[in-house]
T-cell receptor, first 108, second 114 residues
Framework: GQQVMQIPQYQHVQEGEDFTTYCNSSTTLSNIQWYKQRPGGHPVFLIQLVKSGEVKKQKRLTFQFGEAKKNSSLHITATQTTDVGTYFC????????FGKGTRLSVIA | SAVISQKPSRDICQRGTSLTIQCQVDSQVTMMFWYRQQPGQSLTLIATANQGSEATYESGFVIDKFPISRPNLTFSTLTVSNMSPEDSSIYLCSVWGQGTDTQYFGPGTRLTVL
């Protein structure tokens, strides 16, 4: 099955700094999804990327799917304390296989 | 979207006992999934539960330890049997949204085994 590696495992940033998490696979992915899990919460769907080289934006969040469809990134511009949580990438189909996640902490 | 509820939300159990977790969805879904998330870790799929057939378990998980029921298209249960402290975890029910490519998650059941 498809497996995805995610880095970094942890990231501590000052409020206002940017943040990026990366997701990599050794195989070509049909699609990739990103989820956010707040502390004490459950994973919540953010976005899905399907096309090679696709870039999608949600306010301060920018999601990118690599040209070879083997990697993806999530970039947050000017982090806020509300961005705190763990960001997971996930790939595959019914069900998804999740990366280990990147835990983001934001220091005010 | 799908709204999922789980019961109980949390429990503290004694070693050797069993706990049944219930998952209710507000719409009919074909596929339901049970995940385990150990503290600070990612989500690990336990099994896929389809209505009318036996659950399909992932490597490392067996039916005797984690029996699953799926009596209809909106409900499923997961039992954690003969519990040990290593079973302390969050157990999450999830469904594949009908007509979407999105998985929705329940709020989870936080289990502590003493």
């Amino acid at each position: 099955g498809q497996q995805v590696m995610q880095i970094p495992q942890y990231q501590h940033v000052q409020e206002g700094e940017d943040f990026t998490t990366y997701c990599n696979s050794s195989t070509t992915l049909s699609n990739i999804q990103w989820y956010k899990q707040r502390p004490g919460g459950h994973p919540v769907f953010l976005i899905q990327l399907v096309k090679s080289g696709e870039v999608k934006k949600q306010k301060r969040l920018t999601f990118q799917f690599g040209e070879a469809k083997k990697n993806s990134s999530l970039h947050i511009t000017a982090t806020q304390t509300t961005d705190v949580g763990t960001y997971f990438c996930a790939a595959g189909n019914t069900p998804l296989v999740f990366g280990k996640g990147t835990r983001l902490s934001v220091i005010a | 979207s799908a709204v999922i509820s789980q019961k109980p939300s949390r429990d503290i159990c004694q070693r050797g006992t069993s706990l049944t977790i219930q998952c209710q969805v507000d719409s009919q879904v074909t596929m339901m999934f049970w995940y385990r998330q150990q503290p600070g870790q990612s989500l690990t799929l336990i099994a896929t539960a389809n209505q009318g057939s036996e659950a399909t378990y992932e490597s490392g998980f067996v039916i005797d330890k984690f029996p699953i029921s799926r009596p209809n298209l909106t409900f499923s249960t997961l039992t954690v049997s003969n519990m040990s402290p290593e079973d302390s975890s969050i157990y999450l029910c999830s469904v594949w949204g009908q007509g979407t490519d999105t998985q929705y998650f329940g709020p989870g059941t936080r289990l502590t085994v003493l």
